[in-house]
């Protein structure tokens, strides 16, 4: 016979059957201490960053300069097709830029649609340090950097931007292609020798935008988030969809539930699957960290890779992917 003592027993012990089940494949997140310093990026070009990062890194450097430095890089590279001055510009013909940067204590800054200003990630940083605000965009943004000893760059398109941008003009579909080979952003995420995180994310945007459209690279949240009980995340590929479903703080969160960085990428992914609009010809790639300085990536296309440095080297490594 059951008893009400029985039962509830019987009650309990399904409960925790039913909890163990849920947490299977995961492990239980508890905060402790960080692995040894270790810096990623997206993309080929992350690799030189790194190595710029990692000069800091490795003289017991604090993560947040780091990041700064090795954005700045792939910033100040005129060759760059979507990152700084020398990426494609709108479909008006005007080159804007976006970033934001993170610390380990939660504070962040971020500029969106700048014009002729260099390295918007350290302007970003300087919205961050210096004044009450996240956010700075446009003429604002403009005359914040010049009030701070920034130099706007009135120089125009570069001859291959210029030249991507007039061979653009001759169809000037009203929608960009993009297609699953899709390059833009740096975005690059730290743990230093303290066990503290940052991250940065920077770029010109998807080529032959709308003028006056932002992605997901300023956005704290989605384009980069870092916690520094958990870990860090940052985004790179078609911003709208990663706007849509909060992408990086996605991830940080299920880091938080006790998902590796790669199955957390894997499941913010999987709910870019879910949009209502066709993506198969997008790509969305993610890249995380954990405060133990496991590390993971996970895009929608095959081709997305990221650069990773810690004390045994500097290598592009190659994401898993969902559209098989």
């Known amino acids: 016979m059951t008893t009400r003592r029985n039962f509830i027993r ?24 960080a692995a040894a310093p270790i810096i ?12 710029e990062a990692w000069k800091i890194i490795s003289r017991g450097g604090r993560a947040l300069d780091a990041v ?40 962040c800054g971020s500029v969106c649609f700048v014009e ?15 004044t009450p605000h996240i956010i700075l965009v446009g003429e604002g943004a403009v005359q914040f950097a010049k009030e701070n000893g ?40 730290a743990i230093d020798a303290s066990g503290n995180l940052s991250g940065a994310c920077t770029t010109s945007g998807l080529p032959f935008k709308m003028h006056g459209r932002v992605g997901d690279s300023p956005i704290i949240g989605a384009g980069l988030f870092v916690d520094n009980e958990v870990g860090a995340a940052t985004a790179t590929g078609n911003g709208e969809e990663v706007i849509r479903t909060c992408g990086s703080h996605t991830i940080v969160e299920m880091m938080r539930q006790g998902h590796s960085p790669e199955e957390a990428c894997r499941i913010a992914i999987e709910r870019i699957s879910k949009s209502p609009k066709d993506i198969r ?24 890779n990221y650069a990773m440095n810690d004390d045994k080297g500097n290598r592009l490594l190659d994401s898993d992917f969902m559209f098989k």
């Open 10 to 33: 019987l009650s309990a012990f399904s409960a925790a059957l039913l909890s163990v089940s849920k947490s299977f494949g995961k492990r239980n997140y508890e905060p402790g201490n």
């Open 40 to 51: 990623l990026s997206t993309w080929k070009w992350g690799l030189e960053a790194n190595e």
């Open 68 to 107: 700064e430095a090795g954005v700045r890089l792939t910033e100040g590279d005129l060759g760059n097709v979507s990152v700084g001055l020398g990426g494609n510009p709108d479909r008006d013909g005007h080159v804007t830029l976006d970033a934001c940067i993170m610390d380990e204590k939660g504070n």
């Open 116 to 130: 002729g200003i260099r390295y918007p990630t350290s302007l970003a940083r300087a919205v961050m340090e210096k």
């Open 150 to 189: 920034f130099t706007q760059e009135n120089n125009g398109l570069t001859p291959r931007a210029n030249t991507a941008w007039k061979k653009w003009l001759k169809k000037s579909k009203y929608k960009p292609e993009v297609n699953p080979d899709s390059h833009d952003t740096i975005g690059m995420i």
């Open 281 to 304: 010809q997008l790509q969305v790639g993610y890249l995380a960290v954990n405060k133990h300085g496991e590390f993971g990536a996970y895009s929608l296309q095959k081709g997305f």
